[in-house]
């Protein structure tokens, strides 16, 4: 995310908005949020962060689109988004799309998962891969040292 940030940053972005959600446990509990936790970081760290640039929903494609189309009436916006995810990237799509305005020339978005399909729009979504499965690699090996018992083959 930081190097996404970076990037960003350096190549002349100053503005960047923020598509997210929340989630929750099934406790009700919130999820911690990594990507905006260093989303804003960055951006305070920059002294560019704008609370007015970000907009949260349910991390779907359909507030993906509705989210877009609330940033797209302001008179100034940011030069590109920060989706929560690949789903609320395909919304912020189509609310572009069907707004007349062009990805990449009038506004940038960038995804998070890096779902297959997300090479099959037009543009291609530039998107944030995880590696799921080395997390979940390195998660149970750091359980098994916390919990010897465990064997591992």
Same mark, same amino acid.
């Given at each position: /995310?930081?190097?996404?940030?970076?990037?960003?940053?350096?190549?002349?972005?100053?503005? !960047?908005?923020?598509?997210?959600?929340?989630?929750?446990?099934?406790?009700?509990?919130? !999820?911690?949020?990594?990507?905006?936790?260093? *989303?804003?970081?960055? /951006?305070? *760290?920059?002294?560019?962060?704008?609370?007015?640039?970000?907009? *949260?929903?349910?991390?779907?494609?359909?507030?993906?689109?509705?989210? /877009?189309?609330?940033?797209?009436?302001?008179?100034?916006?940011?030069?590109? *988004?920060?989706?929560?995810?690949?789903? /609320?990237?395909?919304?912020?799509?189509?609310?572009?799309?069907?707004?007349?305005?062009?990805?990449?020339?009038?506004?940038?978005?960038?995804?998070?998962?890096?779902?297959?399909?997300?090479?099959?729009?037009? =543009?291609?979504?530039?998107? !944030?891969?995880?590696?799921?499965?080395?997390?979940?690699?390195?998660?149970?090996?750091?359980?098994?040292? +916390?919990? =010897? +018992?465990?064997?591992?083959?």
């Amino acid at each position: /995310m930081i190097k996404l940030m970076t990037y960003l940053h350096e190549n002349g972005h100053r503005r !960047v908005g923020y598509l997210g959600g929340k989630e929750f446990y099934h406790s009700g509990k919130p !999820v911690f949020d990594f990507r905006f936790q260093y *989303f804003k970081e960055f /951006m305070y *760290f920059h002294d560019i962060f704008n609370h007015d640039d970000c907009y *949260f929903g349910d991390l779907s494609h359909q507030d993906g689109y509705r989210l /877009m189309n609330e940033a797209l009436k302001k008179e100034e916006r940011p030069t590109v *988004f920060f989706c929560g995810n690949d789903n /609320m990237a395909v919304g912020a799509y189509k609310a572009i799309y069907e707004d007349g305005l062009k990805i990449p020339e009038d506004i940038s978005i960038v995804g998070f998962n890096d779902l297959t399909g997300s090479k099959y729009m037009v =543009p291609s979504l530039t998107s !944030v891969r995880v590696y799921t499965e080395y997390l979940g690699e390195a998660s149970v090996r750091e359980r098994v040292k +916390i919990c =010897p +018992i465990i064997q591992l083959k």
